[in-house]
């Protein structure tokens, strides 16, 4: 399995971008679809965003389309999330996570892979 650890969190004020990057190591990174989920105070954890393992498909919460973009570099074992336009209701921790599947799993928060500890982003007004 791989072994994730994200960054990137922070504060910010609404309106602004933020990207967030999970590094990975261990043995085969591009075997990983790897993907962001996120729980927000008081709230069960959500699927954002996912991405297959060669990049070329991806997989988004209809809630999170347009603000949200999901990619990855195999060559460095990340992958990144950039958000624009942030609201305060982005507030919430951002969890990366990686499975060896790529399918509806990832919108049901079905993941047997790995995660990271989380990065906190908190959006004020």
């Known amino acids: 399995q791989v072994q994730l650890l994200e960054s990137g969190g922070g504060l910010v004020q609404a309106g602004e971008s933020l990207t967030l990057s999970c590094a990975a190591s261990?043995?085969?990174?591009?075997?990983?679809?790897m993907g962001w989920f996120r729980q927000a105070p008081g709230k069960e954890r959500e699927f954002v965003a996912a991405?297959?393992?060669?990049?070329?498909?991806?997989k988004y919460a209809d809630s999170m389309k347009g603000r949200f973009t999901i990619s990855r570099d195999n060559a460095k074992n990340t992958v990144t999330l950039q958000v624009i336009s942030l609201k305060p209701e982005d507030t919430a921790v951002y969890y990366c996570?990686?499975?060896?599947?790529?399918?509806?799993?990832?919108?049901?928060?079905?993941?047997?892979?790995?995660w990271g500890p989380g990065t906190q982003v908190t959006v004020s007004s």
């Open positions: 996570a990686a499975d060896l599947d790529f399918g509806d799993n990832w919108y049901e928060g079905v993941i047997f892979g790995s």
């Open positions: 261990g043995y085969g990174f591009d075997k990983y679809a």
């Open positions: 991405i297959g393992w060669t990049g070329t498909g991806t």
